[in-house]
């Protein structure tokens, strides 16, 4: 009696390690490069970090609009220690294999981080709408409670937002390709792996990002508002000082969009576009707004930068 042995297709074994990537053919080098990397991170998140100090302990900086900086820097500080392992792992190590489950739980936090950090520009430019439209009630429409309030119910929404990621990517089968497009893990990069069918995963990745557009909309309305009340006032000299109070958070919102706009554009008109250019804005992307917040916040915001100066003359005398 003849038994045919059943055939094992090698293509649709299970893979459980993916594996990210530094910079393409200048591996020798990523030591080199985990250098200023370490670095922006360690700026990143010591300023982050002095931010919430300052406005813990400073009276003076009990305000609403500190209130929601200090959100903003909790989600710097998110997204920089989400991505730290595996840029660390990747330039410092040299070790890019991450597991199925680890990289999904990575996913998880750098969308979810990113999306706070897309609704907490949005709320600020609604604190500085409301801070020029009623000034004389600015303190009774945002108190402290409110402020909390505000800041719970956008954390639960960006949670439930991005929670169904893990999930429908756990779901999928992954059995051809494990190499990934950078040196952390994206829904999106993660979801192209899979040979199984991915729609859902693709639909819903749209429906987040129109999400982010969305945000980015209302913050633009909310400028266009904020420029028409400046418009309205006589004095020049006035008109300079409110908008000044707006400068800080313009600079956070370009420096936050711009990298994730250009991206898209690279992505959907110039495919052709060496992959090096890609993934130096995916990492300016993750790296660039962690760091530069602070730095921005700490030279345009005065009773920020007067605190600084002021601590600083204390160890010196």
Sequence with gaps: LHISMPIINTSEIEISIFYLVGIPGMEPTNIWFSIPICFMYLVAILGNCAILFFVKT???LHEPMYYFLSIL?????????SSLPTMLRVFLFSTPGISL?????QEF????FSAMESSVHLIMSFDRFIAIY??????????SARVIQIGLLFTLKNVLLILPFPFTLK???YCKKNLLSHSYCLHQDVMKLACSDNKVNVIYGLFVALTGILDLTFIFVSYV??????LSIASQKERLKV????????????????????????????KHTSPLIRILMADVFLLIPPLMNPIVYCMKTQQIRNLILGKLCQKQS
């Design 134 to 143: 009623y000034p004389l009630r600015y303190t009774s429409i945002l108190t």
């Design 101 to 105: 489950d680890a990289c999904i739980a």
């Design 243 to 270: 908008l000044n109070t707006c400068v800080s958070h313009i600079c956070a919102v370009l420096i936050f969009y711009m990298p994730i706009i250009s991206l898209a554009v690279i992505y959907r008109f110039a």
């Design 225 to 230: 508002l904020i420029l028409k009340a400046v």
């Design 109 to 112: 936090f750098i969308h979810g």
């Design 73 to 81: 820097s909790l989600s710097d500080l998110g997204l920089s220690l």
């Design 171 to 173: 779901h999928l089968r």
């Design 58 to 60: 400073e009276p003076s």
